[in-house]
């Protein structure tokens, strides 16, 4: 249904995920999971590839990025920084750390450094409570974080 | 017909099985509200208006979703249903803007009728607006997000009735919106304009470009010779604009408001359908007979389909008919051989056409072909609706005008030109003629019944004269697929084509329920507007193209003979590749 790529930009190993994934139920999400995965986000390029492997409307697939909070459609900063903002992560201060973050990096939510090294995003519960308030860089979790430890985080990327 | 028996508040009821509870209520005479139920669609209960009650239960059901079942006993109306519904209207209104003296939908909304008739009287909860500009990127159809109750219904007509995937449902709760992917604009979208979802919209939030004022400017320039064209399909919906029945037949007053509305000559669109036949036709029959140029031929007429077949089947440019839609010849026939007839200079010719459709606002600027008479050949388009508003702010008492006659010499018809705006319509109308070029007779009985009727795909054969043509007729643009996929299962393996020709129309039953007619179109209102057509055509003295005293006048004083140069250089066009995506 979608345009024809004359090239396809996706690795081996995310096209033979596709190929596997390809006649089963659930196959979009998990498909555009592997994207992400490989990409940090879903590009447009990367939307219509999927539209031209699984024959899929393109509104279909912007319908499932749109609807669920983990797809991104732009690409994040190098370092993309979540903070948690779910009930307990909240009460414990972490809109301060967005606060906080966002004046040190000059960004809002949802927004990406000028350099691109870092972006920022506000996140549902990370799943460790017990440690609020939580933020974390990539795969690294910081938990019982204050306000003064931003900046040391922060350099640590840097 | 297997039936079930049962209740809407205590009247016994029989009604066929597997219907919903909607349709056994107007059985029992009760009309239950809906908003995002509409009968072309399949329902999916998003509004919540339809709930009902059913006796010694404590749920409440969705009519809309909810099937009859034997014993069944409903309550449709009490005060406590009253109330849920009027608490449900509140809750959209709260997400709504109310300038409804300044909406496209005033008078026609069906938020509004609600609102009117719960008597919404204040605002009890906090409003919440969506502060989105408007899509105005199509010249035919304005996209308000601002307006839209996300009932979905232009999601499911754009989706599953025209397969065209251009508008989708984007975000989630609060933030959703009804838009093409990626943020983009309709307009480089998958869109085709066809405009079923404006013509589906309970509200403001999708309807036609309104440009009567171009019009109104255009008559009123007295250097400007206003030229007119009215559709087939116009003359059997209008009326019900001025509350007459669907598919009343209102031609002569059309003919005579245009008149009072300042216009110069009025002329029908009807006589180039006559000519499409001439030219599409003669072209069928060169396929067939010389084998030159790709079988199936495929209709081309309906503008939406173009711009599918471009975006979605390019492979098929090949067996499109090149012949223009009837609008378009006629736009060129009145810049160049109307206009030397009548001594008029083309370039003060403002040429309007009256149509049932919005992909006709875009039709006329497609490309260069759309200049065939050196100037835009139609200037401008109105959709049936316009046409109905410019009527009565122009003060016109439509029903109580004298019939009038169309002005030579383009706007005589035959009977098959005007069921042009139908299903099967096109099809038997170059059946009729292509009988004749065939054949050198013309048909005994011309009302060819193998090409009627509203299924989605239509089959059928034709003998004529010992030649058996495979015909095939689709409508509703979900429905080409499986047509044109055995085309091309057959060209990949080398087979015979399956058919000879092929009708595709964009909208269920045809330009009578295009994109820009009336609104609160459902299939009975259809079938009145098709049974119309065939009346028109039936009261017509002349009924196959080739038989029109005019069509004869304008191949012997101006065009010589179908397919002939001059014929070529205005009646006929080309096609092209088109992205799904622009960008």
Known sequence: MSAKKKENMFSRELISFIEKWRNKPGNLIMILHQVQEEFGYVSREAADQVAYMLDIPLAKIYGVLSFYHFFKTTKPGDHNIQVCLGTACYLKGGDMLVEELGSLLGIGLNEVTEDGRFSLEGVRCVGCCGLAPVLTVGKEVFGKVTKDQLPGIISKFS | ?583
């Open chain 2, 1 to 583: 017909m297997n039936t079930v028996h049962m209740k809407i508040n205590g009247k016994p009821v029989e009604i066929e099985a597997g219907s919903n509870i909607l349709a056994a209520a107007k059985k029992a005479n009760v009309n239950i509200p809906t908003l995002c139920y509409h009968p072309d669609l399949p329902a999916w209960a998003a509004c919540g208006l339809c709930v009902v009650k059913q006796e010694n239960s404590p749920k409440l059901l969705r009519a809309c979703a909810a099937p009859v079942q034997e014993n069944l006993s409903i309550i449709t109306h009490d005060a406590e249903l009253y109330q849920i519904r009027k608490t449900v209207i509140e809750m959209i209104l709260s997400t709504h803007p109310n300038d409804c003296l300044m909406c496209a939908r005033n008078g026609t909304c069906e938020l509004q009728r609600f609102a009117a008739e719960f008597g919404v009287r204040e605002q009890p909860y906090e409003v919440r607006l969506v502060d989105l500009p408007k899509d105005t990127s199509t010249t035919s159809i304005v996209l308000d997000p601002s307006k839209c109750i996300k009932c979905g219904r232009c999601v499911q007509v754009c989706q599953d009735m025209q397969g065209v995937f251009a508008l989708e449902f984007i975000g989630r709760g609060d933030h959703t919106v009804v838009s093409p992917a990626a943020d983009l604009p309709l307009n480089d979208s998958p869109c085709i304009k066809c405009g079923q979802c404006s013509a589906h919209c309970p509200v403001g939030a999708i309807y036609e470009k309104d440009e009567i004022g171009d019009f109104v400017r255009a008559v009123s320039n007295p250097e400007l010779h206003v030229v007119t064209q009215i559709a087939p399909a116009v003359r059997v919906a209008l009326g019900e604009s001025f509350n007459l029945p669907a598919g009343t037949i209102t031609t002569g007053k059309i003919y005579s408001a245009l008149r009072r509305l300042g216009v110069a000559k009025v002329f029908d669109t009807n006589f180039s359908a006559d000519l499409t036949i001439m030219e599409e036709g003669s072209e069928l029959v060169k396929r067939l007979t010389t084998g030159k140029g790709a079988i199936p031929q495929i209709t081309s007429c309906c503008p939406a389909w173009t711009d599918y077949m471009e975006k979605y089947y390019p492979d098929m440019i090949p067996n499109f008919s090149t012949a223009k839609s009837p609008m378009m010849m006629q736009g060129a026939i009145t810049k160049t051989y109307y206009a030397e007839k009548a001594n008029v200079d083309p370039a003060t010719i403002y040429s309007v056409a009256i149509m049932p459709c919005t992909a006709k606002k875009y039709e006329i600027g497609r490309d260069d072909n759309m200049h065939a008479s050196g100037f835009k050949d139609v200037d401008l388009v109105l959709t049936t609706r316009e046409f109905a508003r410019l009527i009565k702010a122009s003060g016109i008492d439509f029903l109580t005008l004298e019939d009038e006659k169309a002005d030579s010499p383009i706007g005589e018809y035959a009977g098959a030109g005007t069921i042009f705006g139908n299903t099967g319509g096109v099809m038997e109308a170059a059946l009729r003629t292509a009988y004749n070029l065939m054949t050198g007779e013309d048909l005994k009985n011309v009302e060819i019944d193998a090409v009627r009727g509203m299924e989605g795909v239509r089959t059928g054969e034709v003998d004529i004269k010992g030649t058996t043509l495979k015909v095939a007729v689709a409508h509703g643009m979900a429905n080409v697929s499986t047509l044109l996929e055995e085309v091309r299962e057959a060209k990949a393996n080398g087979d015979e084509p399956p058919y000879h020709f092929i009708e595709v129309m964009a909208c269920r039953g045809g330009c009578v329920s295009g994109g820009g007619q009336p609104y609160a179109t459902t299939d009975e209102v259809r079938a009145q507007r098709i049974a119309g057509l065939y009346t028109d055509d039936e009261q017509s003295e002349v009924r196959c193209s080739h038989q029109n005293p005019e069509i004869k006048q304008i191949y012997a004083d101006y065009l010589g003979a179908p397919l002939s140069e001059k014929s070529h250089h205005l009646l006929h066009t080309t096609y092209t590749e088109r992205p799904l995506y622009k960008h």
